[in-house]
């Protein structure tokens, strides 16, 4: 979430953004339901604060904003899955992008928490939330784009498990 007065300096969304694929070791996966469309679920996502914002830095903001969960106090780490989707926005959201921005790139990271952990949820973005096994999530996902990455956490996964 964005103070007033930095909403204020930046009106429009950058179209630049993450995606964060919150899981455990046994691949449960972490989902939201948006607070402005309830019944749509997702992983943590987020545009960037300003054009040069580092991506691992979004992600770890949209991280503590949306759950709560601070990925140094917990000492693990995001994994950039070097991931980008390029997706038009869908257009009831377009609102909130410059005159003529209709697609974004979105970058998909993931966080391995030591357990499902209970988020802290900010009230104005998500009404609740839930852990699924991986398969479970991406069938609720509304996002394709947030479904097909789910679908890819058990590969990502291995590859990080020596």
Same mark, same amino acid.
């Given at each position: 979430m $964005? =103070?007033?007065?930095?909403?204020?300096? /930046?009106?429009?969304?950058? !179209?630049?953004?993450?995606?964060?694929?919150?899981? &455990?070791?046994?691949?449960?996966?972490? $989902?939201?339901?948006r607070?402005?469309? !309830?019944g @749509? %679920?997702?992983?943590v &996502? #987020?545009?960037?604060d300003?054009p040069?914002?580092?991506?691992?830095?979004?992600? /770890?903001r949209e991280?503590?904003?949306?759950?709560?969960?601070?990925?140094?106090?917990? #000492? &693990?780490?995001?994994?950039? %899955?070097?991931?980008?989707?390029? @997706? +038009?926005i @869908?257009?009831h %959201?377009?609102?909130? @992008?410059?005159? #003529?921005?209709?697609?974004? &790139?979105?970058h998909?990271? #993931?966080?391995?928490? !030591? =357990?499902?952990?209970?988020?802290?949820?900010?009230?104005r973005?998500?009404?609740? %939330?839930?852990?699924?096994?991986?398969?479970?999530?991406? +069938?609720r996902c509304? =996002? !394709?784009?947030?479904?097909?990455?789910?679908?890819?956490?058990?590969r990502?996964?291995?590859?990080?498990?020596?």
């Amino acid at each position: 979430m $964005l =103070s007033e007065t930095r909403a204020a300096e /930046r009106p429009h969304k950058i !179209p630049e953004s993450v995606l964060v694929v919150i899981h &455990t070791a046994d691949l449960q996966v972490l $989902l939201l339901e948006r607070a402005d469309h !309830p019944g @749509y %679920w997702q992983s943590v &996502t #987020g545009s960037k604060d300003h054009p040069d914002e580092p991506l691992a830095e979004t992600a /770890r903001r949209e991280v503590l904003e949306e759950t709560g969960f601070d990925v140094a106090a917990l #000492g &693990t780490v995001l994994h950039d %899955w070097q991931l980008a989707n390029v @997706y +038009d926005i @869908y257009p009831h %959201w377009r609102h909130r @992008y410059a005159p #003529g921005v209709t697609r974004n &790139t979105e970058h998909v990271f #993931g966080l391995q928490l !030591p =357990s499902a952990l209970t988020p802290t949820l900010a009230p104005r973005e998500h009404l609740s %939330w839930l852990w699924l096994p991986w398969h479970e999530a991406a +069938d609720r996902c509304f =996002s !394709p784009s947030n479904a097909e990455a789910v679908l890819q956490l058990p590969r990502f996964v291995a590859a990080m498990t020596p």
